[in-house]
């Protein structure tokens, strides 16, 4: 054991992560798997563990669950069980869960994840297992009261638990996005932190640099945001320095973080499996897992972030921040994926849903796959760009809202509000013309060596043409004109 004069210290941190499963019904009752509803509406005498009540295994779940431990690279255990984990709390009604104790179906497996500096690092996960959540109390929500609502009593969730590999606050926190972001790839989980659907516990301890044996740990329970997570971490770091450089002893509990004030209370003394009397769980029957069912879902854990991300860089040329937007954010992946599959060009589809749509939709806050503006005629829009009917400003500052205003076609509202680009070289000519001898002084600044003016030039120019020139056409025209008033100087 390091002396309390020890100043450096290395973090050890694992983490158990809870994400519930996007299932209609629960895992072993028919009840709706939904968020939001009215509490205690979607009860039965099985989630609310009445006698006499039997459960029946979610096959979807227990799908979704075996997907998952496969793209953690997981080894899958043939011959499973359920377990009974027996305790008492007033959002639990059996006084039991239904979870996995020493034969859960998927061990040994590891994550990759990106260091905040680019490095990566894998990080072991132990097991996944299958378990049921417990209800929810409601305290604020009864002006002072408190109270129970069952309905997420009997919801599906697996369990994650990573191997103490992580070292710091922000590569738990590395982990915990890249393990969300994984979930939210395979539709296993829609990662909603806010709603509770994803939610971590971390275990941290704390041991001099070379020393191989851990050292007690203290639990952190139920965080439901990345950023709580880093934040818990790094706060008990802290205060178990703080206790070894007292000549103190760090004793094993269970703790809980306020996000609010940033202070973490011990809730209890951390139990040991003993305490919970797990057994077999004698109403529901073993599984084996075949082959075949390993192979299918194998072959349908679909494209990993990783994956999809090495993609956007080597097949479409994407450059890393432009591939990197569009892996970590799904939605944005998948509609340019659908932009493609439209016929528009990789770069354009990329600059399309990253920059112009997203700032277009951003401030009506609306998604992209839910706007009602479906990838279909949103490529018509940029197939029309493409064309050199309408520009990029047209298409995004004009044409694009009225779409989601009116749900016209782009065709129809160019054609409706006269937007179509003014590419005559003629016209063009004259208009730039009239621009030069209007701005006497920026073309004087232009004279004199300052040669960036030409953007604010060209500004004027597509202002002059209401927004509608096209840029191709008035650029050269634009740059040929100076160059000849420079020439005959």
């Keep these: 054991m390091a002396t309390a004069t020890t100043v450096d210290w290395e973090p050890v941190i694992g983490l158990e992560v809870h994400a519930q499963m996007r299932t209609k019904t629960k895992l072993f009752c028919g009840c709706a798997n939904r968020f939001g509803d009215a509490p205690n509406t979607n009860v039965c005498p099985v989630c609310l563990g009445l006698p006499g009540s039997l459960p029946v295994m979610n096959g979807q779940a227990f799908d979704f669950a075996l997907k998952t431990a496969l793209a953690l690279n997981c080894e899958i255990a043939r011959f499973t069980k359920s377990d009974r984990k027996n305790y008492y709390y007033p959002d639990l009604p059996k006084n039991y869960q239904i979870s996995q104790y020493d034969l859960p179906f998927s061990s040994k497996g590891w994550l990759d994840i990106v260091l905040p500096g680019g490095e990566k690092k894998r990080i072991g996960i132990t097991r996944v297992h299958l378990e049921e959540d417990a209800g929810k109390l409601m305290h604020d929500e009864l002006g002072g009261g408190s109270g129970v609502d069952l309905n997420r009593a009997g919801t599906p969730l697996i369990e994650i638990v990573s ?15 890249a393990l969300a972001q994984l979930l939210e790839y395979l539709g296993v989980c829609d990662c909603n932190m806010q709603e509770g659907s994803l939610r971590c516990d971390a275990n941290v301890s704390i041991r001099p640099p070379g020393q191989a044996k851990f050292n007690t740990r203290r639990e952190i329970k139920n965080m439901n945001s990345f950023r709580f997570v880093e934040a818990a ?12 450089a007292s000549g103190g002893a760090v004793r094993q509990e269970t703790r809980l973080f306020n996000g609010q004030t940033g202070e973490i209370r011990t809730m209890r003394a ?12 004698p109403d529901l029957p073993p599984i084996h897992v075949s082959e075949e069912k390993i192979a299918k879902l194998k072959g349908s854990t679909g494209e990993t972030p990783e994956q999809r991300l090495e993609r956007y860089l080597g097949e479409l040329k994407l450059s890393e921040k432009d591939a990197g937007v569009l892996t970590e954010h799904k939605e944005y992946g998948d509609f340019f994926e659908q932009l493609l599959k439209e016929g528009i060009e990789a770069k354009a589809a990329a600059n399309w849903v990253i920059s112009d749509a997203q700032g277009v939709l951003n401030d009506r806050k609306l998604g992209i796959e839910s706007c009602g503006v479906d990838a279909q005629a949103q490529a018509a829009l940029l197939k029309l760009v493409q064309a050199g009917t309408i520009n990029r400003a047209t298409a995004k500052e004009k044409v694009f809202p009225a779409m989601l205003e009116t749900k016209k076609s782009a065709e129809q509202i160019v054609k409706d509000q006269g937007l179509a680009q003014v590419s005559d070289s003629g016209a063009i000519e004259k208009t730039v013309g009239e621009v030069l001898a209007a701005e006497a002084k920026l073309v004087a600044d232009y004279m004199s060596g300052k040669d960036a003016v030409v953007n604010a030039l060209f500004g004027r120019c597509m202002k002059a043409l209401k927004g509608q020139g096209n840029p191709q056409v008035i650029r050269p025209i ?3 004109k100076l160059k000849a008033m420079r020439d005959a100087k």
């Design 233 to 244: 971490v790094e706060k008990e770091i802290a205060e178990q320095k703080g206790i070894y």
């Design 270 to 281: 951390k139990e040991e499996a003993s305490d919970y009397r797990y057994f077999p769980e």
């Design 163 to 177: 191997e103490p590999d992580l070292r710091s606050p922000a590569e738990a926190r590395a982990y915990m996005e």
């Design 478 to 480: 634009l740059e040929q």
